[in-house]
């Protein structure tokens, strides 16, 4: 009887040892999976209008300044922290440069293409829910540059300069890793006249301000 009591301890041992290992390792697996499933990166196409600031304030009241015009862009994001992303940004627009004269109205001079680049932060605000829908706000801070391709008749010039930025807005829920994305965004910056003129022409600072909606994968 004592033989028998020490074998079947011995059994139990076993078998409480070979479980042992693969308790943990499904354990292990079950907590992979849950960090896996936790998206790192989004990327959002998107469309909008812009809006530009004055290049130049000139005398009576004139100005030099693109017209509004439609954007269109991409962000790409990677999650840093649980509420912080590095962000990066590529848009393009296009419309004529005016003249802007009081009473007369504006007269085009020019027509430019402009692309917009930057990379920056994205701060997430901890989600909410109203009016049945749940959404997150975000806001932005970035640095980047606007480069502009200008032509009229056969002359072409081009022009670079450095444009901070800001923006805010909010991804509204609409599946698993889908959202639809509000977002405004103020580009801020100086015109080189000197690359784009040769004239050391002092430029006062733009705001130019994107209105856009896109959708939002997170991956």
Known sequence: MRIASFALAGLAAGAALSFAPADAFAQSRTGSRSVASTPLFDITPYAG????????SGPLG??????????YGAQLGMKIAPNISMIGNLA??????KLGIPIIGGFSVAHSSMVFYDAGLQLDIPMTSAYGATFSPFVQAGVGG????????????????LAGNIGAGADIAMGR????????????????????T?????SGTTHNVALSAGVRFSF
Do not use: C, W
């Not at 812009?50 to 290049?55: P, S």
């Not at 100005?63 to 439609?70: E, R, V």
């Not at 040769?198 to 002092?202: E, I, K, L, Q, R």
């Open 177 to 196: 890793n889908v959202g639809l994305r509000l977002m405004v965004k103020d580009y801020i910056g100086k015109f080189d006249f000197q690359e784009a």
């Open 198 to 202: 040769s004239f050391d022409v002092n």
């Open 62 to 71: 004139t100005t030099l300044s693109n017209a509004p015009a439609p954007i």
């Open 92 to 97: 393009t627009a296009s419309s004529d440069i």
């Open 146 to 161: 606007m480069h502009y391709d200008i032509s009229q008749s056969l002359v072409s010039t081009t022009a670079t300069n």
């Open 49 to 56: 209008y812009m809006m530009f600031g004055d290049f130049l």
